[in-house]
């Protein structure tokens, strides 16, 4: 089952701009991270927040995390053609599992 | 580091017909993860090894998918025999061990599967 919902499914701006992505989830979690996917392509990690963290950044991502409202956002400041892709998150419930539960994804266009 | 390897990168089979994908993961990644992913969607967790024994595979549709990790590093998911819905990306993870990105899953770069 899903654990995560991306909102919105797709966004579509202009090189430049910041693009916000949003991830609601369920149930209880260890950490949630992000990850990319470009057209045809494997998933690759972007960044891990845990649950008693509020705030991170790496480069010009930077992720929030609410676990009283079981939401996280992702931000992409100065966008670029190359971000073009399809973003998820993913949840990991700990307990030692290591298993990592998907979203259904924002698919972000950035137009040159 | 070389990262997972996937293949076949694309597959079409008939309806019936059994269909096996190959994975290696990172050299020193006791933990495997085989996924599938319906267009459209996030990748869903078939089943989950550490060396060659099997940690969760609640999700694996056992009657008609299996997978082994017979010496632990290599692994093979097999169908058999596929069925329309069947048609998705199929993808190899693998984890890094102990340590500050324990929790990092590295991604091949799929086998996609269309069923006919």
């Known amino acids: 089952s899903q654990q995560g919902e991306e909102d919105p499914q797709a966004l579509s701006i202009q090189e430049g701009e910041n693009a916000t992505m949003n991830c609601s989830y369920k149930?209880?979690?260890?950490?949630l991270q992000w990850y990319r996917q470009n057209s045809g392509r494997g998933l690759v990690h972007l960044i891990l927040i845990r649950s008693n963290e509020r705030e991170k950044h790496s480069g010009r991502l930077r992720v929030t995390l609410d676990t009283s409202k079981k939401s996280s956002s992702l931000l992409i400041t100065a966008s670029r053609a190359a971000d073009t892709a399809s973003y998820f998150c993913a949840t990991d419930a700990g307990a030692g599992s290591y298993q990592l539960t998907f979203g259904k994804g924002t698919k972000l266009s950035v137009i040159p | 580091e070389a990262g997972v390897a996937q293949s076949p990168r694309y597959k079409i089979i008939e309806k019936r017909q059994s269909v096996a994908f190959w994975c290696n993961p990172i050299?020193?990644?006791?933990?495997l993860y085989w996924y599938q992913q319906i267009l459209g969607q996030g990748p869903k967790l078939l089943i989950q090894f550490q060396n060659n024994g099997v940690v969760d595979d609640s999700q694996l549709p056992k009657d008609r998918f299996s997978a082994e990790r017979l010496k632990g590093v290599d692994s093979t998911l097999k169908i058999q025999p596929a069925k329309l819905e069947d048609s998705a990306v199929y993808l190899c993870a693998s984890r890094s061990p102990p340590g500050v990105l324990q929790e990092t899953q590295y991604f091949g770069p799929g086998t996609r599967l269309l069923v006919l």
């Open positions: 050299s020193g990644h006791a933990t």
């Open positions: 149930t209880s979690i260890n950490n």
